[in-house]
């Protein structure tokens, strides 16, 4: 049960509170590749987090609408230097 990262340059704060929640681990795509708005969310992802620094809008549409389409959370957050996310909190309420 990976928790999927899309965008911004560092996401170990949102790593750290993911294996302290006891969440499993974090796949990260980075959002600068070409291949990344090719690429599909695996069968195993709980929840989506975008950090819409250094994301396109083409990604973010097509990460946001697959979530969608099968009854994923998606959570935003501005920028990956705003305080860590607690996925661990956002995962509570969903499950």
């Known amino acids: 049960m990976a928790i999927l ?5 560092s996401v170990n ?8 929640g006891g969440h499993g ?10 291949r990344d708005p090719v690429k599909a969310i695996s ?5 989506v987090v975008v950090v819409l ?5 083409t990604l973010a549409r097509k990460v ?3 979530a969608i389409r099968r009854g994923l959370p998606v959570f935003f957050q501005k ?12 995962l509570v309420r969903i499950a």
């Not at 704060?13 to 302290?20: F, N």
């Not at 620094?53 to 809008?57: F, S, T, W, Y």
């Open 43 to 47: 069968r195993k992802t709980p929840a």
């Open 79 to 90: 920028r990956g230097r705003q305080p860590p996310l607690d996925v661990t909190q956002w």
């Open 5 to 9: 990262v899309v965008g911004g340059d």
């Open 13 to 20: 704060a949102i790593t750290e509170r993911a294996y302290a």
């Open 64 to 66: 946001r609408a697959e």
């Open 25 to 34: 681990c974090v796949e990260h795509w980075s959002g600068r590749k070409t």
């Open 53 to 57: 620094d250094q994301v396109n809008h």
